[in-house]
């Protein structure tokens, strides 16, 4: 191992990115994995997970890693590239041991794990050495006392069932996108999964159950009591919140919107109502829309606002009033590369594309896909028999509904026969793939 660092916190190491000995990044770290034994015991950490493109999670042995050093990992290059899955034993120290609550030995006070730190030995094994914790507050502090012990100074961390907070954790992996948290969540264990899902806010979770596949979906709103499933559903964009609901019986789907704000509840009974492969069941019922008397400049600032997806901010609908869906009469849609080359002052009724044609909410899904393809388009109106805006359809709620059902947890094909035979490197030389020994794999 090179360099001066001998002891390490794990939650340093979250996101950090892993090189080859070429410079070439292979991944970036999202966990470590431990043997965790009784703190009398040794506990050693015996590798990393190691997220690669696309969005799988491999295993790095610690025998591998050269260096820590300097905020990035450097490896030997020679790493195995089959998905990673825990095996009987192995713990997680970011998801499964932050946030644990475990016992001083000195005293018996209960403390919450905040980090864990590893130290290199003399020979070139990694253990866990430290325990970063918080004490619990008092009346006079509402928060406790942080101390850094040993190891074997807690009790409790080699449990498996116990009740377990998310906070730290979270906080570890704050700077990841939805997808990227719904990816980590999808791979805990459900009693875990539960346990972070709660303690995200409604709007985190909201983002993040919108990427996860729907067996997931339905097992943390089944979780979630009642009233909290339902200000997470209104959260939800409403075509996701639709299709999430759609996989509930009807009796459970009346229950949560009954519990829903009316106005929040109304677009998804309407949206419950079409078929899954048509228009109206791939729509959102939440589009940029404006009166044709607002400006280009009105226009720019709507679609500039950071939550809009590039398809959503694509288009401008442009309706008589009401502006909520059902609007009123549609009139069309500004392009806004078209409102890009306008003065601002000019309304909006000027640079309409009026000659764009709408889908029915009955038309099917092939014929959807087909309407975008033609004329490239990334998002296209949906209107009722009285030329009123009830939605629109972009082309990731069609890639969404094209994709097998469980694409969102599929991994890329792998070549069998190069697998059953291993893999030289590759023409840059910059990733190796080996086949280790079975007592040799990780752990």
Excluded at 43 to 69: A, H
Excluded at 76 to 98: A, C, K, P, Q
Excluded at 183 to 200: G, I, M, T
């Amino acid at each position: 191992m090179s360099g001066a660092t001998t002891r390490v916190f794990v939650s340093h190491l979250a996101g950090l990115a892993v090189f080859d000995p070429n410079g070439d990044q292979v991944g970036r770290v999202r966990d470590a994995v431990a043997h965790v034994r009784p703190r009398s015991e040794t506990t050693r950490v015996i590798g990393l997970v190691v997220e690669v493109q696309p969005r799988r999670p491999i295993f790095v042995p610690m025998s591998r890693v050269t260096s820590l050093d300097r905020g990035q990992i450097i490896t030997t290059g020679v790493v195995n590239l089959r998905r990673f899955e825990r095996r009987s034993g192995e713990t997680l120290v970011i998801t499964e041991l932050l946030d644990r609550k475990a016992t001083l030995v000195a005293g018996g006070e209960e403390v919450t794990v905040i980090d864990i730190a590893m130290e290199q030995t003399r020979n070139r094994d990694w253990i866990v050495a430290k325990v970063h914790v918080r004490k619990g507050g008092s009346r006079l502090r509402r928060r406790g006392e942080t101390l850094t012990v040993n190891w074997d100074a807690v009790s409790g961390l080699a449990a498996e069932h116990v009740v377990q907070g998310a906070a730290n954790m979270l906080a570890t992996f704050e700077k990841l996108r939805p997808a990227d948290l719904a990816h980590v969540l999808h791979d805990l264990s459900p009693k875990r999964r539960a346990e972070v899902a709660s303690a995200l806010d409604d709007d985190k979770l909201a983002d993040v159950l919108e990427e996860l596949p729907e067996d997931d979906q339905v097992e943390i709103l089944n979780h979630l009591a009642a009233d909290r499933a339902a200000d997470v559903l209104e959260a939800m964009q409403p075509d996701d919140a639709a299709d999430l609901l759609g996989e509930l019986q009807p009796h459970e789907q009346e229950r949560f919107l009954d519990l829903m704000e009316p106005e929040e509840a109304a677009p998804l009974r309407r949206l419950l109502t079409y078929a899954d492969d048509t228009a109206g069941g791939l729509m959102t019922t939440e589009a940029v829309i404006l009166p044709p008397n607002a400006t280009v400049a009105e226009a720019l600032a709507r679609i500039r606002h950071r939550e809009l997806t590039p398809a959503m901010a694509a288009l401008v609908y442009v309706c008589r009033p009401p502006l909520e869906t059902p609007t009123g009469k549609f009139l069309g849609v500004a392009h806004f590369q078209r409102l890009l080359r306008e003065p601002p002052a000019e309304m909006i009724s000027m640079v309409l594309d009026r000659e764009m044609r709408a889908m029915s909410p009955a038309t099917p899904l092939a014929d959807v896909t087909s309407f975008l393809a033609t004329y490239n388009m990334v998002a296209a109106p949906v209107v009722d028999e009285q030329r009123r805006l009830i939605g629109v359809v972009s082309v990731d709620d069609v890639l969404d509904h094209l994709l097998p059902e469980d694409w969102r947890g599929r991994e890329v094909e792998e070549d069998e026969d190069e697998e059953d035979r291993g893999y030289s490197p590759d023409d840059t030389g910059q990733i190796k793939v080996w086949t280790p020994r079975p007592e040799n794999d990780h752990g």
